[in-house]
């Protein structure tokens, strides 16, 4: 019987540092970087323990890529591939202890580092007429039902005793062309979005355009984007009292939200499928006031790019969590897990936008998260890729996958908006509903601003 011999030689840290590490993820959070985070937080181990600090951070990190996993069972993984080492086995109470002793602040600092749009050589939808596009909204994460965590995060009321675990309302400041984290913030839900979102207004700047939907769309949020010198494009509900202060050619009006001079541009959409037609109403506000820079069908095509985010959060919920509740128990182990988890996102976002940036015209958008995150759980069980080669190499073995695997051009796609798994038996809605999707087809109507123009102060 003929067989094969195969030998792999795999590079890590020295000693009791190393089973810390992320296989090829840890090119984009380096020995260095954990170092630095650890030095700037003082968290610096003072001696050399089983396990020291910065194996601490990358356990945290390998978590979120193993959220099915316990820790004891995280690390086991992090030693797979490092047989022939002589390496600690530590019970989950040593891994508890020192996940305490570390704390959040590393894994925020890291955050702050590793935070911000991907570079990449796309622009569709990366940048649209020289500017990023952005979106801001919010989501909710369940946190384990503890006494500690239910003295800082409620359960949300409602029929039938309310939600089964405390929430977490987080709201992020998203790049849109490549889901990548610009700024995110995170409270209990007694927060509304609209209040939370003051806290990412610090990370607007010159140069961005924020899409917004319904509620966020406030005169004191258009007000501070402006200020910023950043640009607005947000859904305005269809009543609310915009007075017309000038027609323009496109059939758009000027008007003032906040003080702020802002266009406005009421639609008409209707998509076409072969299950028949639906026509809908859409009002949009926006501080990009010339019509022939910025057309209105422009600007409403351009809308549809604030889905990104809502695809980003199913990224961080259902891919990554697969739906699972936090594992801490304790706020302060909230704080350390929520951080862990933005940065395990972010860093899969840079090599897959690296992966992408090595094929000019590729949109990052095709770049299945799935295949990066599989590949990545495979790359850190064989420790492989920890060091960077001499040869620089942007794909790795994670972005060769991405690009071998690359999600087909978008199509423009309907399905019904619907819970598919209702909360409660009792809001089901029974079997009869079409949940298939269609192909469609889009046909924008601008409508003429109604009524006269308007004098006098803003309502």
Known sequence: MQQCVIHRTVTVAPGRFAPGHLGELTQQVPFELV?????????TQSRIRCLPARVVVYLLLAACLFAEQGYVQVWQRLCA??????????????????????????LRALFELLRG?????????????????????????????????????????????GTGYPLLRLLALVACGTRSLIEVVYGPTSSGETTMCQRLVGSLHAGMLVLCDRNLTTNTLTRQIAASHAHLLGRCKTDRNLPILGRLADGSWLSVMGGVTVRVIQAEITIATPA??????????????????????????????????????????????????????????????????????????????????????VDPDRASFTIALQTARDQLIQAAGVIAATTVDLAGKIGRAVLANLLPDRRLRVSPRIVKRAISKYQARGPNINRTSYKATLSINILAPPGPLTTGPEP
Do not use: F
């Open 276 to 361: 028949g037609r639906a026509t809908g109403s859409y009002r949009l506000a926006t501080t990009l006031t010339d019509p022939h820079t910025w057309p209105a069908a422009t600007l409403l095509a351009l809308y549809h790019q604030r889905w990104e985010i809502e695809t980003a959060y199913m990224e961080l919920k259902s891919s990554i969590l697969g739906g699972r509740v936090l594992r801490a128990r304790t706020p302060h182990g909230i704080d350390q897990e929520v951080y862990a988890l933005l940065v395990c996102y972010q860093i899969l976002r840079l090599a897959m936008t690296d992966a992408t940036s090595t094929h000019p015209g």
């Open 81 to 106: 591939g490092l047989d022939g080492l002589k390496l600690s086995a530590p019970t989950a109470a040593a891994l508890t202890q020192a996940r305490r002793r570390l704390g959040a602040a590393p």
């Open 117 to 161: 749009p991907a570079p990449t050589a796309a622009t569709s939808g990366v940048r649209v007429g020289g500017l990023l596009v952005c979106a801001i909204d919010g989501t909710t994460l369940s946190v384990p039902d503890t006494p500690q965590n239910l003295a800082a995060y409620a359960k949300q009321p409602g029929n039938h005793g």
């Open 35 to 43: 170092d630095a985070v650890l030095a700037a937080t003082g968290r």
